[in-house]
């Protein structure tokens, strides 16, 4: 053997642990996505709870990617929803529904890939659709969950890395309104905002640093509340009124938080002033029907609901509304291209690929 090989092995070794090292470092801190909130994001958390509230049977889910096969998809929707095209826009890995992960038993290597904490009927009180859903706050105790793991299996250095370049994806707020009692607008919105605020909080300490808050739609535009106007199908005033204070109010939340805390970064997506704009203007965004559900019978579409009839329309592309709560596919993709690369008033300060490229890797 030549003198100089076992030095030659010897510096292949090192460049082999080197280039681990810097692999693992790599895929500790590149950006994942954590998802909260409800039905618009849940990827099938409801059906480990055994929830009636799973929109898992047919026929929701119809035009999803591969339905061919017949598996459960657990979408609210007749395809994708907004986060299925939030992450195949940023390309990210779509981040797996919790309550399935467990059945697994990969964990917590999955857990760099993101996880979908979201319920459907979810809000932000505990109270709301309470027993039927899992509320933010044990969404959030999930996540904390998930956090500690990382720690106990990675490491501080890596997690925190990891967690701080990660997008946190949060659309909750629209099911609180959707059974406000009439305790006054006012009052029940700084009840939605002081609890949200603790919940946010509590995310940021335990290492999150980029925030993408998706407001509140126009609520009392949903088929189900126009439904309750019999004589002409308009929106519930009320509803809209807590929804564009809340969104107000939401903004403002996340723009004193960020000057709390000089290290966090954050994207608000109006998704009122968004969808409205497809309400008011259908046809410039290629939608002949925005009032009634695709999928549901007797007025509106609502009367007999579309868990429990399987009569649709056969052009969804044409639909606003699937079901009497939940956008069509077509109307998803629509919002979730907003949030990604909006302008402002839609989005603001910064839309979601700003907040992805925002201080990635700089406590490396």
Known sequence: MDSSTPCILLMLASFCNMLCFFTTSAQSSSPALFAFGASLLDFGNNIYINSTSNCND???????????DRKA???????RN??????????????????????????????????????????????????????????IDYYSSVYGTLMEEKGIVQTQ??????????????????????????????LLISTLEGQLKRIYKLGARKFAFMGTEPVGCWPTLRAMNKSTGD????????????????????????????????SFFDAYKEFNKYINHPETYGFEEVKAACCGMGFLGVEISCGTCHSYC???????????????EVAAKLMATA??????????????????????????
Request: charge should be negative.
């Open 161 to 190: 890395r990891f967690i701080s370049n990660s997008i946190f994806f949060i659309d909750i707020g629209n099911n609180d309104i959707l059974v406000y009692n009439g305790t006054g607008i006012s009052k029940y919105v700084s």
């Open 58 to 68: 047919p026929p929701y889910g119809i035009d999803y990617p591969g339905h061919f």
């Open 82 to 139: 907004i986060l299925d095209f939030i992450v195949e826009m940023l390309g990210v890995p779509s981040p797996k529904a919790y309550l399935s992960m467990s059945k697994t038993r990969k964990l917590p290597e999955e857990f760099l890939e993101g996880v979908n904490f979201a319920s459907c009927g979810a809000g932000i009180l505990r109270p709301t659709n309470e027993g039927a859903c899992i509320p933010m706050d044990s969404q």
């Open 73 to 79: 998809v657990s979408r609210c929707s007749n395809g």
């Open 235 to 266: 929106c519930d005033i009320e509803a809209n009124q807590l929804s564009v204070l809340f969104n107000e109010q939401a903004a403002l939340l996340l723009q004193k938080m960020q000057s709390e805390y000089a290290d966090m970064n954050y």
């Open 339 to 364: 949030a990604i690369d909006g302008l402002p008033p839609i989005v603001f300060p910064i839309n979601v690929r700003q907040l992805i490229g925002n201080g990635l890797h700089s406590q490396i």
């Open 314 to 328: 056969s052009d969804r592309t044409k639909y606003l509304f699937w079901d009497s709560w939940h956008q069509t």
